[in-house]
C-alpha cells in the first residue's frame, strides 16, 4: 500500500495538533498587536474621565429612580388604602 496517507481521529489526533495550534495562535495574537494603534496618554486620560462621568451620572440616574419608587411603592400606595377595612 504504497502512497496511503494514515489519517489519526479522535480526541487524541486532535490533542496532538494543540501545541502547534497554540504557538500559531500566539504568533497571530503578537503579530495583531505589533498592528494595534496605541492610544497617547492624553487621549486615555480624556476617554478615562469620560466613563466615570458617565459611570457617576447613570448610578445617581438609578439612585433617584430608588428613591422614587420607594416613596411610591412605601408611602403613597399604602396611604391610599389606610382607614379602608
Not at 3 to 9: K, M, P, Y
Not at 20 to 31: I, Q, T
Request: hydrophobic fraction near 55%; glycine fraction near 10%.
Amino acid at each position: 500500500m504504497a502512497g496511503t496517507e494514515v489519517v489519526a481521529t479522535g480526541f487524541g489526533a486532535w490533542l496532538a495538533r494543540v501545541p502547534g495550534r497554540l504557538v500559531a495562535f500566539y504568533h497571530d495574537v503578537m503579530a495583531e498587536l505589533r498592528r494595534v494603534t496605541w492610544p497617547d496618554r492624553p487621549q486615555v486620560q480624556q476617554l478615562a474621565i469620560g466613563v466615570i462621568v458617565l459611570s457617576l451620572s447613570i448610578g445617581a440616574l438609578i439612585a433617584l429612580m430608588d428613591l422614587g419608587l420607594q416613596q411610591l411603592l412605601v408611602r403613597w400606595i399604602p396611604a391610599l388604602f389606610a382607614g379602608r377595612s
